[in-house]
């Protein structure tokens, strides 16, 4: 005998914890970046950075901070929350220094109103090669202070990697060695 029941029809067998709901998102005002990154800035001087990263007793030590001082109460934002969110953190600082790149890129910096600046045409043109960058024309960024501080040469970008399929650059050539004079 075959059944019509499709597998997993049977609900009276399926446990309310068994549900998966979505992750809650947390909301991060700027004042909650401010206190994420300031816990990290004072661990970083008190020599508690490595280049892997930060202990999980550090990313308590924010939870903490926010939970006493955070604007943006709930969700609630747990360790995981603070490290998940310093990683988009990075993310988006690595746009931050590649729309500013070596300032050939018709790309500026506005210290007075904290917005990377550009010509219209150059924005246009940035945002159709990749969208993300769309974000950046009217936001308003006040971390990147404390971003240089934290992640600047820590961010894994690519440059100078070494692809095992490419030919090496040559050494530079070596001065000649001269001998001490005899006596």
Known sequence: KTSSKKKGANKENTSPDAVKTPA???????VDNIILLGRLKAEK???????????????VGCATDLAKDGVSKLPVKTW???RDHFTNLKKEFSDFKELL???L?????DDATKRVIATDEVWDAKIKANK???????KIYLI??????????VVATGAGAFNPGQT???SPPRAPTVSPPSE
């Open 168 to 170: 090496p650059p040559s």
């Open 105 to 109: 890129s018709g790309f500026g910096w």
């Open 24 to 30: 809650e998102r947390c909301h991060w005002p700027d």
């Open 132 to 138: 993300r960058f769309k974000v950046w024309k009217e």
């Open 80 to 82: 995981e929350k603070c």
């Open 101 to 103: 790149g070596s300032g």
């Open 144 to 153: 990147h202070d404390d971003m240089f501080y934290l992640v600047d040469g």
């Open 45 to 59: 001087a008190g020599g508690n950075q490595s280049e892997s990263g930060w202990k999980k007793t550090v990313w």
